[in-house]
T-cell receptor, first 114, second 113 residues
Framework: QQQVKQSPQSLIVQKGGISIINCAYE??????FPWYQQFPGKGPALLIA?????SEKKEGRFTISFNKSAKQFSLHIMDSQPGDSATYFC?????????????FGTGTKLQVIP | NAGVTQTPKFQVLKTGQSMTLQCAQD?????MYWYRQDPGMGLRLIYY???????DKGEVPNGYNVSRLNKREFSLRLESAAPSQTSVYFC????????????FGQGTRLTVV
């Protein structure tokens, strides 16, 4: 059962444009909705995260929009820059038995061209 | 702070050889994890350890064993490597209270020939 569907698989955006990546989930137990950013040769690192009691969170150029009823959340990158070129993963999770039960999306490779 | 440190960074094994991937964290986290990352498949959980002295299977445990040596260290062992275990392996840790971010190491790129 695929619990998390991330789209698109890849994305090419012009510098200054808006990048949008979507994540749909099935498990209503998820209570933390992060996006991770991964550069080549590095481990994923938390970019921004939201909890289900709010519908939107903004940190600089990065915004998460959350739709609880539709079981979807998305990452918006405003004024995209070449330095944003990376792979992005949604990773909804919940705490069970003392550990974070995380389900990773399959990733979106973003390329921002000058 | 070093965060999560993995060794080695690269490794080539022959089919049937064994090896241990090492992971250590200095953030006093209770929970530690081993993931593998394959193209187009995201990260998949191999094993996890909710606290010192406990380990449990994740999504893809076959062919692997783990040891939670102490609170800081969590190792992953391949007893008899197979080409299907060619992958990038990541160790991660997280604090126990509430759902929160995981901190990842730099990864180990393993090739089994």
């Amino acid at each position: 059962q695929q619990q998390v569907k991330q789209s698109p698989q890849s994305l090419i955006v012009q510098k200054g444009g808006i990048s949008i990546i979507n994540c749909a989930y099935e498990n209503t137990a998820f209570d933390y909705f992060p996006w991770y950013q991964q550069f080549p040769g590095k481990g994923p690192a938390l970019l921004i995260a939201i909890r289900p009691d709010v519908s939107e969170k903004k940190e600089g150029r990065f915004t998460i929009s959350f739709n609880k009823s539709a079981k979807q959340f998305s990452l918006h990158i405003m004024d995209s820059q070449p330095g944003d070129s990376a792979t992005y993963f949604c990773a909804p999770q919940y705490l069970e038995g003392g550990y974070q039960k995380v389900t990773f999306g399959t990733g979106t490779k973003l390329q921002v061209i000058p | 702070n070093a965060g999560v440190t993995q060794t080695p960074k690269f490794q080539v094994l022959k089919t049937g050889q064994s090896m241990t991937l090492q992971c250590a964290q200095d953030m006093n986290h209770n929970s530690m994890y081993w993931y593998r990352q394959d193209p187009g498949m995201g990260l998949r959980l191999i094993y996890y350890s909710a606290s010192e002295g406990t380990t449990d299977k994740g999504e893809v445990p076959n062919g692997y064993n783990v040891s939670r040596l102490n609170k800081r260290e969590f190792s992953l062992r391949l007893e008899s490597a197979a080409p299907s275990q060619t992958s990038v392996y990541f160790c991660a840790s997280s604090p126990p209270r509430g759902s929160t971010e995981a901190f990842f190491g730099q990864g180990t790129r393993l090739t089994v020939v």
